[in-house]
């Protein structure tokens, strides 16, 4: 198995412009997860998903943030309108059973001019 | 409410002293403990998990419930292990974690 893929690795945009992170997880893994790593909060789990249905959005920031899994194997974090404040690097991390820990992506760098 | 706690933002030991990465947490149930290891500019990689009890990279954690901490500690520092590590808790039975924020840890040669 690959690990979870993210795409991009990186992003540049333009601050007001729509921004579309993927994210495919393990085969089997029936949970992923979204978050955000900044140096002045660290990081932060946006969101997650179990059997593709959302469990918890807490830690979305605004409305600005919505995240989608219409299967088991894609899930997207969408910005839309960007905004500086969100430059960051954005994991994906995907799990299987409880105990066994989560498995994360690369990351897709973000950067809002 | 779940927290956990790394006291320590920065971490320097020259190579071949002994590392210690400290880890607290609250939680009232029955927790599951990690630590997670980021290399520069790479992925956050699982490095241990409590309940598996293993050594990985020279490196060991143990739980203490009664001082609730589960630090990392590892013999002989190597310039390799020059990273940022994070301690993390999940709820016994449950997928969500929630991480510390992090200690960067730098092996001086």
């Known amino acids: 198995d690959a690990g979870v893929i993210q795409s991009p690795r990186h992003e540049v945009t333009e601050m007001g412009q729509e921004v579309t992170l993927r994210c495919k997880p393990i085969?089997?893994?029936?949970?992923l997860f979204w978050y955000r790593q900044t140096m002045m909060r660290g990081l932060e789990l946006l969101i997650y998903?179990?059997?593709?249905?959302?469990?918890?959005d807490s830690g979305m920031p605004e409305d600005r943030f919505s995240a989608k899994m219409p299967n088991a194997s894609f899930s997207t974090l969408k910005i839309q309108p960007s905004e500086p404040r969100d430059s960051a690097v954005y994991f994906c991390?995907?799990?299987?059973?409880?105990?066994?820990?989560?498995?994360f992506g690369p990351g897709t760098r973000l950067t809002v001019l | 409410a779940q927290r956990v706690t790394q006291p320590e933002k920065l971490l320097s030991v020259f190579k071949g002293a002994p590392v210690e990465l400290k880890c607290n947490y609250s939680?009232?149930?029955?927790?599951?403990l990690f630590w997670y290891v980021q290399y520069s500019r790479q992925r956050l990689q699982l490095l241990l998990r409590?309940?598996s009890r293993e050594s990985i990279k020279g490196f060991t954690a143990d739980l203490n419930k009664g001082e609730t901490s589960f630090h990392l500690k590892k013999p002989f520092a190597q310039e390799e292990d020059s990273a940022m590590y994070y301690c993390?808790?999940?709820?016994?039975?449950?997928?969500?974690?929630?991480f510390g924020q992090g200690t960067r840890l730098t092996i001086n040669p």
């Open positions: 991390a995907s799990s299987s059973l409880p105990g066994t820990g989560q498995f």
């Open positions: 939680y009232s149930g029955s927790p599951e």
């Open positions: 409590h309940i």
């Open positions: 085969s089997g893994h029936n949970s």
């Open positions: 993390a808790l999940s709820d016994q039975g449950a997928q969500k974690l929630v």
């Open positions: 998903f179990n059997n593709n249905v959302p469990i918890d």
